[in-house]
């Protein structure tokens, strides 16, 4: 898997839209963006997911850049409930082997009331 | 009805026990993972077991044994713990091996006393 690279930890205002980046320069064609997330003492939780094209859905959306070499996660108005360490793993569809998702450090994200 | 269960949710142990951790995912996913989240709060994969394969991670140690009953059960079974098995360890399941959809169960929070 393509390894990636987020920034440590992000605060936002609740409310606010908030922006979290992740770096994956050496990702193959045949590989898909996947952001999970771990509210804190619980399982991670997925998120969206997404190959080239802009992706939506009722949690958030991801923008993926034309070089697919970066991508950003936004939850459009957040809220205290996002607080959580979020991340950007990379990963064929499928065939890649039953070896599961490789958890970086990820972005701890702060949601300021 | 919860898709990815562990039980118990808390267990203190003394050292040098035997103990198992048991999982079951009602979702129909045909991969079953374990996770261990050590006090940094790293995710760390420890195995994944399809009906087709076991993959172990090769940093866990032979005192822990994944055992898998049937497509739905992934027990996780340690022998002799040390005070370094203390750890949340957390149960996961998927369909198929990409990065999609993995649903993971509220952990097992694992105290070696």
């Known amino acids: 898997d393509a390894k990636t690279t987020q920034p440590p930890s992000m605060d936002c205002a609740e409310g606010r839209a908030a922006n979290l980046p992740c770096n994956h320069s050496t990702i193959s064609g045949n590989e898909y963006v996947y952001w999970y997330r771990q509210i804190h003492s619980q399982g991670p939780q997925y998120i969206i997911h997404?190959?080239?094209n802009n992706e939506t859905n009722e949690m958030a959306s991801l923008i993926i850049t034309e070089d697919r070499k970066s991508s950003t996660l936004i939850l459009p108005h957040a809220t205290l409930r996002d607080t959580a360490v979020y991340y950007c793993?990379?990963?064929?569809?499928?065939?890649?082997?039953?070896?599961?998702?490789?958890f970086g450090k990820g972005t701890h994200l702060i949601i300021q009331p | 009805d919860t898709a990815v269960s562990q039980t118990p949710k808390y267990l203190v142990t003394q050292m040098g026990n035997d103990k198992s951790i048991k999982c079951e995912q009602n979702l129909g996913h045909d991969t079953m993972y374990w996770y261990k989240q050590d006090s940094k709060k790293f995710l760390k994969i420890m195995f994944s077991y399809n009906n087709k394969e076991l993959i172990i991670n090769e940093t866990v140690p032979n005192r822990f044994s994944p055992k898998s009953p049937d497509k739905a059960h992934l027990n996780l079974h340690i022998n002799s713990l040390e005070l370094g098995d203390s750890a949340v360890y957390f149960c996961a399941s998927s369909l198929g091996t990409g990065g999609y959809g993995y649903t993971f169960g509220s952990g097992t929070r694992l105290t070696v006393v």
């Open positions: 793993i990379v990963r064929v569809a499928s065939g890649g082997g039953a070896d599961g998702l490789t």
């Open positions: 997404g190959l080239k």
